[in-house]
């Protein structure tokens, strides 16, 4: 008697910790993308997103001046605090700090303890306190610069820095115009083209509709990548080349396979008997798609347009190979991967920040949007 209709399982609990272990999952990554956005780009490469709230040990150098040198006995002596250096002011603002460990070279920047005394390759000693304070003694007068490496305990820095550096680029706001001039047609003409292939599949008889449907389902695992080279050298061939309408008829031949599909499974589902009473009081087929199939697919046709919408505006490779290398036809992911971070990711520090300011549109898409996904997705798939 454990199936009895309207009795709560017993493992309802495990269910919702499930739930809850999943959501949290899913949230770990967009947690620490956003923390990471508005840390120091010198913090993030010292210390994962997860330490953020705790102090961070990075290592700096300053350079001791030989004008600062002042003879004392039989050398010459400079002595001052390595924190109060103006290269280091917006790390230590006050000049508070707390020195962990000291060097003599770049190669081993922290191979002295605080208090110590270490020997200088050109002659004398370097001492550094744990409140920064540092003495270098010198037999003969210093004719060169000193350089002192130390590790330091740094507070926390939260900035908006990252996002000022994203949003002020040169040619950011063009990159948004043009991934928007990408976005919407290719969301909008896959979905007019898809919904009238739909409707023809699942409604109208014909020669060879199980060949089309078993074609579109075949195509649906086939990798872009294969389809990159051709179809570029058909865009040559054709005179549309790199283009916005190029990009545009990339995205709709990508993006068809899942349209048809996706519309097809929820039309079929839609009840016959308004089709054949539509069909009964003379409706043409166009009539009955525009007035009756289209307004019920709605839930459909919005789930594929979030689908297509963030598959086109997060999309890297297909922007790279069809359209213009030149700044001017740039979408917001090439701007941010070949601009801002560079062919060799040697500015990654900003790469959170200018994730968010990539997905801020996206979001509003998929939360205005969301409540008919699911409807979407599940229709056609029982009866």
Do not use: C
């Not at 997103?49 to 030989?66: D, G, H, K, Q």
């Not at 190669?107 to 001492?127: N, Q």
């Not at 959170?352 to 939360?367: E, G, K, Q, T």
């Amino acid at each position: 008697m454990h199936s009895i209709a309207g009795r709560k399982s017993g493992l309802q609990w495990a269910v919702h910790l499930s739930v809850v272990a999943l959501v949290l999952l899913w949230l770990i990554p967009t947690l620490g993308l956003l923390v990471s956005s508005v840390r120091d780009r010198d913090q993030i490469a010292e210390t994962g997103w997860w330490l953020a709230p705790l102090p961070v040990e990075m290592t700096f150098r300053i350079r001791a001046a030989p004008d600062d040198a002042r003879a004392s006995g039989d050398g010459f002596v400079i002595a001052g605090n390595v924190l109060d250096d103006p290269a280091q002011a917006r790390w230590f603002p006050d000049g508070a700090g707390t020195v962990t460990a000291f060097g003599t070279r770049g190669a081993a920047p922290t191979e002295h303890a605080p208090g110590d005394t270490a020997e200088l390759r050109t002659g004398g000693t370097l001492s550094v306190a744990r409140d920064g304070a540092f003495t270098i003694t010198a037999p003969d007068a210093l004719t060169r610069p000193v350089s002192i490496f130390f590790e330091a305990r740094v507070p926390p820095r939260v900035t908006l820095d990252n996002y000022a550096t994203v949003l002020t680029s040169d040619g950011m706001d063009r990159a948004f115009l043009n991934t928007l001039t990408v976005a919407v047609p290719a969301t909008v003409i896959p979905i007019l083209i898809a919904a009238f292939a739909a409707y023809a599949l699942a409604w109208m008889d014909f020669r060879g509709r199980g060949v089309l449907i078993a074609a579109v389902v075949g195509l649906l695992v086939v990798p872009l990548q294969l389809a990159l080279v051709p179809l570029l050298n058909l865009h040559n061939a054709v005179g549309i080349g790199q283009s916005f309408l190029g990009i545009w008829l990339a995205h709709t031949g990508f993006g068809m396979p899942l349209a048809i599909y996706l519309l097809r499974n929820y039309m079929v589902g839609l009840p016959r008997d308004i089709i054949e009473s539509a069909r009964v009081d003379g409706a043409t087929d166009f009539q009955i798609f525009t007035r009756i199939i289209l307004p019920l697919s709605f839930p459909a046709l919005a789930a594929f347009a979030i689908f297509q919408f963030l598959w086109v505006w997060n999309d890297l490779l297909v922007a790279k190979v069809f359209l213009p290398s030149g700044s001017d036809a740039q979408v917001m992911t090439v701007k941010i991967a070949d601009d801002l971070i560079g062919s060799r990711g040697g500015d990654w520090g900003i790469l959170a920040a200018a994730a968010f300011v990539s997905i801020a549109v996206p979001l509003v898409v998929f939360f205005t949007l969301q409540r008919y996904l699911v409807r979407g997705l599940l229709a056609g798939s029982v009866k």
